[in-house]
Nanobody
Framework: VQLQASGGGLVQAGGSLTLSCAASGRTFSNYAMGWFRQAPGKEREFVAAISWSDNTDYADSVKGRFTISRDNAKNTVYLQMNSLKPEDTAVYYC????????????????WGQGTQVTVSS
């Protein structure tokens, strides 16, 4: 599976962004998908995940603000981010796994290249 993330950018605190991750190369609907992020000098951390049956998980830090969704017809997973905070600034990565891995980043088989999200205060 090849993953291409897009949609990052610069936004003011309180604003919104929607990230997209387009998949190719395999049957997208057979894969669980996740979003992770990594800020400078920090470990990569889990943001959200969605199973092939649309079950979702979120990090506590983004619950109620971020929404993960998928469109199997378009082979795309989305991350709608609202009420953004400066601490959300990071490179955001999408990932795919054959088995649902949730927040366990080592369980993901494929990773996209990342897209930068910067939230100014």
């Amino acid at each position: 599976v090849q993953l291409q993330a897009s949609g990052g950018g610069l936004v003011q605190a309180g604003g919104s962004l929607t990230l997209s991750c387009a998949a190719s190369g395999r049957t997208f609907s057979n894969y669980a998908m996740g979003w992770f992020r990594q800020a400078p000098g920090k470990e990569r951390e889990f943001v959200a995940a969605i199973s092939w049956s649309d079950n979702t998980d979120y990090a506590d830090s983004v619950k109620g603000r971020f929404t993960i969704s998928r469109d199997n017809a378009k082979n795309t997973v989305y991350l709608q981010m609202n009420s953004l905070k400066p601490e959300d600034t990071a490179v955001y990565y999408c990932a795919a796994s054959r088995d649902y891995s949730g927040s366990y980043h080592r369980g993901y088989d494929y990773w996209g290249q990342g897209t930068q999200v910067t939230v100014s205060s």
